[in-house]
């Protein structure tokens, strides 16, 4: 049984780390923002744009809020209310982003139909699966006050399975990566513009990397043990 002064401190930690995250998403935008006006803006407002803003500025929203439900109050529907907010902006700039995946490997694959199709349902797949999840979880939230008069909110056990969202993430961005690395292995040695082979494997490094910290958050939420957590 976790004390109360550890729960306190796991939860002011959380806090920190959740700062942390807000000031390195502010720095990446300011240090990003030059490129962003050069490449984006003043652009034709298509389909690309839209994915690519709402992907870019939607953690401008659920960020702050994930903020908010860990600083401020301590109300369980108040704390519900703000789970469900920043997890729909979540979701909603996820699934914009993967879209952009998922459009680059199309097009990397000279916009081959049945790919595409292919693709789209495997994502209409992996929302569907998601959705299932969060309906179900919904119904396991327990608030407590949290412990020493530490405010925010204090969810008192963890929800296991939200690791099955990460592990449909996983999948989807598995298929992404054997596509991008079959591209490149299939075209290495061709003669063509490098522009085209740095796309291939910039592309694979960037998917490396989101699919480690989903593979860190499936290990994290559905298999650490409960006392090397910082969220209970």
């Not at 995250?21 to 050069?38: N, T």
């Amino acid at each position: 049984m976790t004390s109360p002064p550890e729960i306190a401190l796991r939860l002011q930690t959380v806090k920190y780390l959740k700062m942390v995250g807000l000031a390195v998403l502010v720095f990446d935008y300011c240090i990003k923002l030059e490129a962003e006006i050069d490449l984006t803006w003043g652009r034709r407002w298509d389909f690309i744009r839209i994915l690519f803003t709402v992907a870019r500025y939607t953690p401008f929203v659920d960020v702050p809020v994930d903020l908010i439900y860990s600083l401020g109050p301590t109300s369980s529907q108040v704390c519900l209310s703000l789970y469900q907010v920043g997890s729909w902006f979540n979701i909603i700039g996820t699934v914009a982003a993967e879209s952009l995946l998922l459009v680059r490997t199309y097009t990397l694959w000279g916009r081959n139909r049945v790919l595409l199709v292919s693709l789209l349902l495997l994502a209409l797949g992996c929302i569907a699966g998601s959705a299932v999840v969060g309906a179900n979880a919904l119904s396991w939230f327990q608030y407590q006050d949290p412990p020493l008069g530490t405010s925010g909110c204090y969810q008192s056990q963890r929800i296991a399975i939200y690791a099955v969202d990460y592990a449909l993430l996983v999948l989807f961005e598995t298929v992404i990566l054997c596509l991008n690395v079959f591209q490149a292995w299939y075209r290495r040695g061709r003669q063509g513009s490098r522009l085209i082979a740095r796309l291939y494997w910039d592309g694979i490094v960037y998917v490396l990397c989101i699919l480690a910290m989903s593979i860190a958050n499936i290990i994290v939420i559905g298999f650490l043990p409960v006392r090397h957590s910082l969220f209970n």
